[in-house]
């Protein structure tokens, strides 16, 4: 083509002007075929998204709130989105194990995060210094629901209520301690609030997780600890401990005779425990919305609802933008519990 149009140009119009427009032509029509490739290749790449199994890290052990609820969800979404969705268990170091494994992981969105964003905000006040931050390094996918706490006591113990738990409390100050989950975890900043709001003078004893607390809240070597109320609940089947309020704003569906610390008279101890679907920074949009889109139908079914409420656990989509706009709330509200309880790095 070269070599033509060089020879038309030299001989002059016509044969020039001739041999010019079919150059003209044929470019533009190997233009149009390259874009036409070009954007064929974007829509597949969009479209075939999903291709391959996802992985979702929490950071958490198995057969917590968190796990049942990871894999609940994801199962659901291993059917929507027509791959496997895999549950990874990372847990420590206050969740940021897990945290910084999913923040690392290939923006492709294969590798996503299922935060409990509420023991986030606290880990980031207390360990300012982490090398990620689900606020910095993350990108909202969107809001999974709630999995409350409740306030538990040894069965044996003469208390019904919340009121006699607090008059039992102030009648011997200084005797009586109440077990965590371990120093920093929501478990821990929920009695430190109920001790300050009621003026109680008890100990902390930290555990490593619920399993190692509870049979020592049973037996009556701890007075008190807030936990899931999927972790508790075999205890209190069990006639072991029993349950005086729920720390949520609402009552939980699978206890609705239990009262929400509000109802029983202590108004400032609230925690939803928000859990969210996250993407590490730099997940394409489109992604982000294949994802978003079927996280709100997964949690529009009323069977997840159902059985998920049977658990203890509150299914609640809100969009990524809300999630956004809950994760940064969390952060400053819990910033100022970690600072007035004075709660130290360990």
């Known amino acids: 083509m070269k070599v033509i149009y060089a020879y038309a140009k030299s001989v002059g119009s016509p044969a020039f002007a001739v041999v010019a427009k079919r150059r003209s032509a044929v470019l533009q029509a190997i233009r149009g075929v390259a874009l036409a490739g070009s954007l064929a290749m974007a829509v597949a790449a969009n479209a075939a998204y999903p291709e391959r199994p996802i992985e979702v890290i929490i950071s958490f052990p198995p057969?917590?709130?968190?796990?049942?609820?990871?894999?609940?969800?994801?199962?659901?979404?291993?059917?929507?989105?027509?791959?496997?969705?895999?549950?990874?268990?990372?847990?420590?170091?206050?969740g940021a194990i897990g945290l910084t494994a999913a923040a690392r992981a290939q923006t492709d969105g294969y590798n996503l995060y299922l935060a409990a964003t509420t023991n986030q905000a606290i880990a980031a006040a207390i360990y300012p210094k982490q090398e990620v931050s689900l606020l910095k390094d993350f990108v909202p996918i969107g809001q999974v629901g709630f999995a409350p706490h409740a306030l538990v006591v040894p069965a044996s113990l003469p208390v019904k209520t919340v009121s006699e738990l607090i008059a039992y409390l102030k009648d011997k100050p200084g005797n009586y301690n109440f077990a965590s989950q371990g120093t920093g975890t929501l478990s821990h900043l929920e009695s430190e609030l109920?001790?300050?709001?009621?003026?109680?003078?008890?100990?902390?004893?930290?555990?490593?997780?619920?399993?190692?607390?509870?049979?020592?809240?049973?037996?009556?070597?701890?007075?008190?600890?807030?936990?899931?109320?999927?972790?508790?609940?075999?205890?209190?089947?069990?006639?072991?401990?029993?349950?005086?309020?729920?720390?949520?704003?609402?009552?939980?569906?699978?206890?609705?005779?239990?009262?929400?610390?509000?109802?029983?008279?202590?108004?400032?101890?609230?925690?939803?425990?928000?859990?969210?679907?996250?993407?590490?920074?730099?997940?394409?949009?489109?992604?982000?919305?294949?994802?978003?889109?079927?996280?709100?139908?997964?949690?529009?079914?009323?069977?997840?609802?159902?059985?998920?409420?049977?658990?203890?656990?509150?299914?609640?989509?809100?969009?990524?933008?809300?999630?956004?706009?809950?994760?940064?709330?969390?952060?400053?509200y819990w910033s100022g519990v970690v600072k007035s309880a004075n709660i130290q790095p360990q």
């Open 63 to 94: 057969a917590g709130a968190t796990d049942a609820l990871a894999r609940a969800v994801g199962h659901r979404l291993s059917d929507k989105l027509g791959q496997t969705v895999v549950v990874q268990n990372r847990p420590g170091a206050g």
């Open 194 to 332: 109920f001790a300050a709001s009621n003026q109680l003078d008890v100990m902390h004893i930290p555990y490593k997780g619920s399993v190692q607390a509870l049979p020592d809240v049973a037996n009556g070597s701890s007075t008190m600890m807030f936990d899931s109320v999927t972790g508790s609940m075999p205890m209190v089947q069990a006639g072991k401990i029993r349950y005086l309020a729920v720390a949520s704003t609402s009552r939980v569906s699978l206890l609705p005779d239990v009262p929400t610390l509000a109802e029983a008279g202590v108004k400032n101890v609230v925690a939803d425990n928000v859990f969210g679907l996250f993407a590490p920074k730099g997940v394409p949009p489109e992604v982000i919305a294949t994802l978003s889109t079927a996280l709100e139908a997964v949690l529009a079914e009323p069977a997840l609802k159902a059985s998920l409420a049977k658990q203890g656990s509150e299914v609640s989509y809100a969009t990524p933008q809300a999630l956004g706009v809950t994760i940064a709330q969390e952060h400053q």
